[in-house]
């Protein structure tokens, strides 16, 4: 594996539902960054993510995570990320300390570095005065937060979230949002989808538009910007949908 090779590369990725979903996406993420993969509904954001996963086969198309190939290594690739989709499928008979625990087996983590780490994550997110509740009776936001901490629990290098603040109430969104930055300012890597573009604004570093499962733009706000009348990212993200 190459240290100077990007957190995600993705090589004329194609996946068909009968009708294009991914359409020879080429896109480079950087090791280090909060990068946001916009798009209108149905312009492949989810699929890719999927496809980067492992959740999907993909039709054609290359994916190499830090430097491995997905086709040949995808239990190497898949052990430097974590993914967290929209709709996470928590156990709801397990307590967040057991769901932590049970999830931190399946990468392998002891319970010696297992545990200091959730009770670290379980603060965080506000959630440890609820850690020998039952998740069934969690909220939504809750458990979205509660998943995150399962998708951290191994410390990933990679970690790709599908819409992670939905659901979430201002002070629980904050709460995500900090612990993505702080994940960050470690050496981290995040990819997120979001609607919410006020977010993507604020948070992310890079930014990739994609329209019909291409990558129509990428770059910095200023960046977009620049190939736009201006304005704020809603404002650019209109102008670049519109007229691709």
Do not use: C
Not at 71 to 99: H, N, Q, R, V
Not at 113 to 127: I, M
């Amino acid at each position: 594996m190459d240290d100077a090779s990007p957190a995600l590369q993705l090589t004329g990725l194609r996946k068909h539902f009968g009708r294009p979903a991914v359409d020879g996406l080429d896109l480079t993420v950087r090791r280090g960054e909060l990068y946001a993969l916009l798009g209108p509904n149905g312009a492949g954001k989810t699929t890719s993510l999927r496809l980067v996963a492992g959740l999907l086969a993909p039709d054609a198309g290359r994916i190499e995570v830090l430097g491995i190939d997905m086709a040949s290594a995808p239990a190497a690739a898949k052990m430097k990320m974590a993914y967290l989709p929209d709709e996470p499928m928590l156990y709801g008979k397990l307590k967040p300390t057991e769901y932590l625990e049970f999830v931190a087996g399946l990468w392998g983590v002891g319970a010696a570095q297992a545990e200091p780490r959730a009770r670290e994550l379980l603060a965080w997110l506000e959630l440890d005065r609820h850690a020998h509740e039952l998740t069934e009776g969690f909220s939504r936001g809750m458990k979205q937060k509660l998943a995150l901490a399962g998708a951290l629990i191994h410390d990933p290098e990679l970690l790709i979230l599908d819409e992670p603040l939905t659901g979430l109430d201002a002070a629980a969104a904050r709460q995500v949002k900090d612990l993505l930055l702080s994940h960050v300012a470690k050496g981290g890597t995040v990819i997120l989808t979001t609607h919410i573009l006020e977010v993507a604004e604020r948070l992310a570093q890079r930014i990739g538009i994609i329209r019909e499962g291409r990558l129509i733009a990428q770059g910095t706000l200023a960046e977009l910007r620049a190939r736009t009348r201006g304005g704020s990212l809603e404002d650019v993200f209109l102008q670049l949908t519109a007229a691709s």
